[in-house]
């Protein structure tokens, strides 16, 4: 059972390059989340999926797309990255109530 | 959104009891209280849940009042490992999904 975990762990984008971000779950949860965190700061949300085929925004959801085509898999994508989305990006999935269970993270920078 | 206000920082000595205070006044009927603790390069990792009077667990307590428009955490006889942010989370205010973190507490402990 490896619970939640993201690819890639660290990217360097040019601007203006695309890049998806990968999520994946074992634990069959419904919800998922994408939430970014800049250095010294709180984690903000992106975008969140209750469910296999659907997808909602977030606090921050501009520049970013998401998909979620399977129950375990949620997908963040970058269309044309900017330095302002240089970041640490954490997936999260969820069980009943509000627990959620984070993945290790992916480091992006874009120059 | 049901929003969060904690104390920035808090310093405290090895030994000691902590209690953290988080503000929640707009939270809805529906939703649970959750605390996670982040250490610096990681994921935010569960540490309680509550929805009314009082929870605890192997690692902290969660005191909730009756009007739920507060919460605290509490860390009996904190360490130099517990140096951390603490987030205090709830629903959107409306008993859905969009869960948004706070700014986080900062909690140093001293040897």
């Known amino acids: 059972n490896a619970g939640v975990t993201q690819t890639p762990k660290f990217r360097v984008l040019k601007t203006g390059q695309s890049m998806t971000l990968l999520c994946a779950q074992d634990m069959n949860h419904e919800y998922m989340y994408w939430y970014r965190q800049d250095p010294g700061m709180g984690l903000r949300l992106i975008h969140y999926?209750?469910?296999?085929?659907?997808?909602a925004k977030g606090e921050v959801p501009d520049g970013y797309n998401v998909s979620r085509l399977k129950k375990q898999n949620f997908l963040l994508g970058l269309e044309s990255a900017a330095p302002s989305q240089t970041s640490v990006y954490f997936c999260?999935?969820?069980?009943?109530?509000?627990?959620?269970?984070f993945g290790p993270g992916t480091r992006l920078t874009v120059l | 959104l049901a929003k969060t206000t904690q104390p920035i920082s808090m310093d405290s000595y090895e030994g000691q009891e902590v209690n953290i205070t988080c503000s929640h006044n707009n939270i809805a009927t529906n939703d649970y209280i959750t605390w996670y603790q982040q250490f610096p390069s990681q994921g935010p990792r569960f540490i309680i849940q509550g929805y009314k009077t009082k929870v605890t667990n192997e690692v902290a307590s969660l005191f909730i009042p009756a009007d739920r428009k507060s919460s605290t955490l509490s860390l009996p006889r904190v360490s130099l490992s517990d140096t951390a942010v603490y987030y205090c989370l709830v629903g959107d205010g409306t008993g859905g999904n969009k869960l948004v973190f706070g700014a986080g507490t900062i909690l140093r402990v001293k040897s």
């Open positions: 999926s209750v469910g296999e085929g659907t997808t």
């Open positions: 999260a999935s969820r069980e009943t109530g509000n627990r959620q269970y």
